[in-house]
């Protein structure tokens, strides 16, 4: 599994854009769909994106949906969650996942359960 280290987060107002990063190492990123997760204070950890080994297809939650693009660059060995128009439920802890996948072209949003190597989390939050 690769080790996983999210950057990017950070404190923003409203209406807002950050852009979060996630870097890989010690497995080939191609082998890996990646899914991106954030927890609130008080709540579950929730599914917010998923993008494919290829980068060629992605998906995102309702709540991200037309918000939120994910992207990999596989020979850097890194993801990226660009986020903009940022709200204040935006708030949380955002993950990056890997799973191990044999279909390099599709992703669909899932459980945490799917996903067997974690980053640590960088904190967002979203506030006036």
């Known amino acids: 599994q690769p080790q996983l280290v999210e950057s990017g987060g950070g404190l923003v107002q409203p209406g807002g854009s950050l852009r979060l990063s996630c870097a890989a190492s010690?497995?080939?990123?191609?082998?890996?769909?990646i899914g991106w997760f954030r927890q609130a204070p008080g709540k579950e950890r929730e599914a917010v994106s998923c993008?494919?080994?290829?980068?060629?297809?992605?998906n995102y939650a309702d709540s991200v949906k037309d918000r939120f693009t994910v992207s990999r660059d596989n020979d850097k060995n890194m993801i990226y969650l660009q986020m903009n128009s940022l709200k204040p439920e935006d708030t949380g802890v955002y993950y990056c996942?890997?799973?191990?996948?044999?279909?390099?072209?599709?992703?669909?949003?899932?459980?945490?359960?799917?996903?067997?190597?974690w980053g640590q989390g960088t904190q967002v939050t979203v506030s006036s």
């Open positions: 993008i494919s080994n290829t980068g060629t297809a992605t």
């Open positions: 996942a890997a799973m191990r996948s044999s279909d390099w072209y599709t992703c669909l949003i899932s459980s945490s359960d799917d996903y067997a190597a």
């Open positions: 010690g497995a080939t990123l191609i082998y890996f769909r």
